[in-house]
């Protein structure tokens, strides 16, 4: 069984930045993709930026230019930079991991427990 623990979450001021990490452990034979969701109070999770085992990285229009996703193999992490951050930016943050346990098992989605962010104004 894969797990994911996030960490960097907290209370910022409007324009400052914030580091998340999501740490992967158990057994991963191979990685197809990681990413970042958020949902805000009241609203559906969305997509903000996720990463291909690639390299290719792909964000939300809303926080284009302002997070960056990245990813290091050998720590098994995958993290967001998020700079300039807004007031609507105000979400629990989810890192996910599409990934495969064994080679005879299919690609799976593993969520971490999720972290806050709250930007004030």
């Known amino acids: 069984q894969v797990q994911l623990v996030e960490s960097g979450g907290g209370l910022v001021q409007a324009g400052g930045s914030l580091r998340l990490s999501c740490t992967a452990s158990?057994?991963?034979?191979?990685?197809?993709?990681m990413g970042w969701y958020r949902q805000a109070p009241g609203k559906q999770r969305e997509l903000v930026a996720t990463i291909s085992s690639g390299g290719t990285t792909n964000y939300a229009d809303s926080v284009k230019g302002r997070l960056t996703i990245s990813r290091d193999n050998a720590r098994n992490t995958v993290s967001l930079q998020m700079n300039s951050l807004k007031p609507e930016d105000t979400a629990v943050y989810y890192c996910y991991w599409n990934v495969r346990e064994h080679y005879w098992s299919q690609f799976s989605d593993y969520w971490g427990q999720g972290t806050q962010v709250t930007v004030s104004s």
């Open positions: 158990g057994r991963i034979f191979s990685i197809n993709a």
